[in-house]
């Protein structure tokens, strides 16, 4: 029963199917051309001691709201108009609903436990609007009396700071894009926050939520998430060429779209090892979620060096816990070697003054019933629960020196 002291919603907080991340989307129409009964298992981590769980019946009742969530018929033709859909998928997604059988939900002493189980083709899409939800009902539960205005206003704040100090900078190079659909304070709070940027802030290119993305006319934007490569670690049958494989699989299914890179699922290290020329000059860049950005950046530099590719021709998308200011440091240190996109995600739409933005996330944890890993650059991000494969993933990948994060 929810708990009558909390804020309850008579109304979904989840009004329109596209209301997601242009990257689930583009997995799962690989995943639906190339994996289409491929199995597989996913749980929510919360990183903060943060007692979730107290919340769960609001969460539960939300959830079950989504089983009417479907593409309407204005969604169905913005993403047929998008040249990377094919048409067998768009009308599969067309009849597809969410399975709330599939999501097991606990509070346990106050820990919010949720593993979502079934068909990666349909799994694969729970993960945003849950994380949101979780997001939404909590913050509108602690912090009532915060709205838009709260918002805006220290946006407003960083806009001008960041102008005062770039004044010395070209800033022709400079895209910035929105990855804050997860852990945003609400989606109100979202919609006014990339609205305000549309028109006081240039260097504002486009959205991962492809609502937002259709209502304000911007481009979507959006790659490959970690469970694209943690997958194929069950799907190839020699593991140490799994990173190799998705690779693969990806540039099969998008060719000259959507080729930016993640780095980080077994260390960038591991990835590129297996980024040969081939893959190095046919995805457009990578992107960067874990470690030291500078370090990164300087690394992957290096290899296209090593390999003969002119960094310029190249994208480096920054997207781990950026905010403004970093991102001045990065583009002053990088803008003259490579082309830069920086991805804002919850220090764009959950950055209000005095507000803690809720550090959780939902990872793949098994594949056809056989356990999968990431392997971070920062090991506070490792993802694994099986010892034994963790040993496998280093010995194939010749890791030494990231640690255990069970």
């Not at 997601?20 to 995943?31: E, F, G, H, I, R």
């Amino acid at each position: 029963m929810i708990k009558n002291y909390f804020k309850k919603f008579e109304y979904p907080i989840l009004k329109h199917f596209l209301d997601t991340d242009a990257y689930k989307l583009y997995m799962q129409q690989a995943v639906f051309y190339s994996y289409y009964n491929i199995n597989v298992v996913a749980k929510l981590i919360c990183r903060d001691n943060d007692y979730l769980g107290y919340y769960s019946d609001l969460i539960m009742h939300q959830i079950k709201m989504m089983d009417n969530l479907k593409l309407s018929d204005i969604e169905f033709k913005y993403i047929s108009s998008l040249p990377f859909f094919k048409k067998d998928y768009i009308n599969w997604l067309k009849k597809f609903r969410y399975d709330t059988n599939q999501i097991k939900l606990n509070n346990y002493y106050g820990k919010l436990q949720i593993s979502i189980s079934g068909p990666w083709r349909e799994v694969i899409l729970w993960e945003v609007p849950i994380l949101a939800l979780i997001s939404e009902i909590v913050h509108k539960n602690r912090n009532s009396k915060i709205n838009s205005k709260h918002a805006i206003n220290y946006l407003y704040e960083k806009i001008d700071h960041f102008k005062k100090n770039t004044n010395d900078l070209d800033l022709s190079k400079l895209k910035i894009i929105d990855f804050g659909t997860r852990r945003r304070f609400s989606y109100t709070v979202h919609f006014n926050i990339i609205k305000t940027l549309i028109k006081e802030f240039p260097w504002f290119i486009g959205s991962s939520n492809y609502h937002i993305a259709r209502l304000l006319k911007i481009e979507p934007v959006g790659t490959q998430s970690h469970e694209w490569f943690q997958a194929h670690q069950q799907i190839s049958k020699k593991l140490k060429y799994s990173q190799r494989l998705a690779l693969k699989i990806w540039l099969d299914q998008y060719d000259n779209h959507l080729n930016i890179a993640l780095t980080d699922c077994i260390t960038s290290d591991a990835f590129l090892n297996d980024f040969n020329f081939e893959f190095a000059n046919r995805y457009k860049g990578v992107r960067h979620d874990s470690g030291n950005p500078f370090i990164w950046g300087e690394k992957i530099l290096n290899h296209y060096n090593k390999l003969g590719i002119n960094p310029i021709k190249k994208t480096l998308l920054f997207s781990d816990n950026l905010n403004f200011n970093k991102i001045i440091y990065l583009y002053r240190h990088f803008s003259n070697r490579v082309n830069l996109i920086f991805g804002l995600g919850t220090k764009l739409t959950c950055d209000i003054p005095h507000i803690k933005p809720l550090n959780i996330v939902i990872k793949l944890i098994k594949c056809n019933n056989k356990p999968v890993a990431k392997l971070s650059d920062s090991p506070g991000k490792t993802v694994c629960y099986d010892k034994n494969f963790i040993l496998s993933l280093k010995k194939a990948f010749n890791i030494c020196n990231i640690k255990n994060n069970f």
